[in-house]
């Protein structure tokens, strides 16, 4: 079973053929999820994803792999590089957070988490920000317990909401 002595977690090395195989799974395996939407990666973004990643220097990933299954990859984080205009400063969104279904609940995405908070600090950035769906209440109570809260500059103009439009 897997426990935090078990567990290794670091930064993606992007040149890393074996840290991007376990990426990609982990991404795919998210996507497969309800709470992912649903559906598979696509051959696209299963084969781009590397470079596309290796090229932008904004971009970096933590993974945990489970030591006690022979370094199984087991959780992943995207963060992206933002800036915030308000406070000059960068700031790092988590784009994307996996933990396998086998290892929720056993403290992986807090601590992958925790890594992620030291390389945000390293970058200069001034605070992370981060979706997630309304229904996920296991990942919401992780997140509250870890400090984020619902956004809102001013409590009479309610919270912010997260928008999307695709484009093409």
Excluded at 128 to 140: D, F, K, M, Q, W
Excluded at 148 to 155: A, G, H, S
């Amino acid at each position: 079973m897997t426990t935090l002595q078990t567990l290794r977690v670091c930064q993606a090395d992007y040149a890393n053929p074996s840290h991007m195989a376990a990426l990609i799974d982990l991404l795919d395996g998210y996507a497969r999820d309800p709470m992912g939407g649903g559906e598979p990666l696509s051959d696209f973004a299963r084969s781009h994803l590397p470079q596309a990643l290796a090229s932008r220097p904004q971009m970096f990933s933590v993974l945990a792999f489970d030591d006690a299954l022979t370094g199984q990859a087991v959780g992943l984080v995207n963060c992206v590089e933002g800036f915030s205009t308000f406070a000059c400063k960068p700031l790092v969104n988590v784009h994307d957070v996996a933990v396998a279904a086998s290892h929720r609940g056993r403290g992986v995405g807090a601590q992958m988490l925790k890594l992620v908070v030291q390389l945000a600090q390293a970058r200069g950035a001034c605070k992370l920000t981060l979706e997630v769906l309304s229904g996920n209440a296991p990942a919401r109570k992780l997140y509250e317990r870890l400090g984020f809260e619902n956004y809102q500059l001013d409590p009479a103009m309610g919270n912010a909401l997260f928008m999307h439009k695709w484009l093409g």
